[in-house]
Nanobody, 119 residues
Framework: HVQLVESGGGSVQAGGSLRLSCAAN?????IAWFRQAPGKEREGVAG????????YVADSVKGRFTVSRDNAKKTLYLQINTLKPEDTGMYYC????????????????YGQGTQVTVS
């Protein structure tokens, strides 16, 4: 059973940067970041297929969000630059043992999330 622990969120001013981390206790097929803004549905914003390192970044955040992974540490990172107020929300790490379906929310495991607030 994969367990995920996110960290790195906080309150920042617009234009600032954050690096989120997601520590997993096991390897998995696909690992990703989802975010849920207040009053909106959870959406996939970035992820990596672990086996081949193929990355995904949503068009809406491309150019500002960078996803990376340290395989030895089993840790996924999300670098967020030029933060905007619309980036405010809870950021969740998620894994799936068989597919990287970033447009779907029914991933196998989610972490508790880390809050990002941009003012």
């Amino acid at each position: 059973h994969v367990q995920l622990v996110e960290s790195g969120g906080g309150s920042v001013q617009a234009g600032g940067s954050l690096r989120l981390s997601c520590a997993a206790n096991a390897h998995t097929f696909c690992i990703a970041w989802f975010r849920q803004a207040p009053g909106k549905e959870r959406e996939g914003v970035a992820g990596i297929q672990v086996s081949n390192g193929m990355t995904y970044v949503a068009d809406s955040v491309k150019g500002r969000f960078t996803v990376s992974r340290d395989n030895a540490k089993k840790t996924l990172y999300l670098q967020i630059n030029t933060l905007k107020p619309e980036d405010t929300g809870m950021y969740y790490c998620a894994t799936d043992p068989s597919a990287c379906m970033y447009g779907r929310r029914n991933w196998s495991t989610y972490g508790q999330g880390t809050q990002v607030t941009v003012s």
